[in-house]
Nanobody, 121 residues
Framework: QVQLVESGGGLVQPGGSLRLSCTAS????????MGWYRQVPGKERDLVATITRGGSTNYADSVKGRFTIARDNAKNTVSLQMNSLKSEDTAVYFC???????????????WGPGTQVTVSS
């Protein structure tokens, strides 16, 4: 019913920057909170940042001041600008959205397949 697709991952040197994007499509009535999580092998998926429909943001302490989340409600997109990247930022990054589905008006969480971010020299 709803699909999320991330883009923008890749390999970057420490101190560099990357910008992740995510587009939601399908039977969308309204998208409430959107966000980014990340996961490394053998560990739980952790919050990176979230943004409400009204633009209120929340960041993990580890990325405050380095990452910026933004969204375009008209285009159903969310982005994550990542600056001053560190090796510990290496992970698979997942986009998520809380969606009210058209027609049935259920509220569900949706996730993208993830995009790899590797910070290494």
């Amino acid at each position: 019913q709803v699909q999320l697709v991330e883009s923008g991952g890749g390999l970057v040197q420490p101190g560099g920057s990357l910008r992740l994007s995510c587009t939601a499509s399908g039977s969308i009535f309204i998208i409430n909170t959107m966000g980014w999580y990340r996961q490394v092998p053998g560990k739980e998926r952790d919050l990176v940042a979230t943004i409400t429909r009204g633009g209120s943001t929340n960041y993990a302490d580890s990325v405050k001041g380095r990452f910026t989340i933004a969204r375009d409600n008209a285009k159903n997109t969310v982005s994550l600008q990542m600056n001053s990247l560190k090796s510990e930022d290496t992970a698979v990054y997942f986009c998520t959205a809380v969606v009210i589905v058209s027609g049935i008006y259920s509220v569900d969480d949706y996730w993208g397949p993830g995009t790899q971010v590797t910070v290494s020299s």
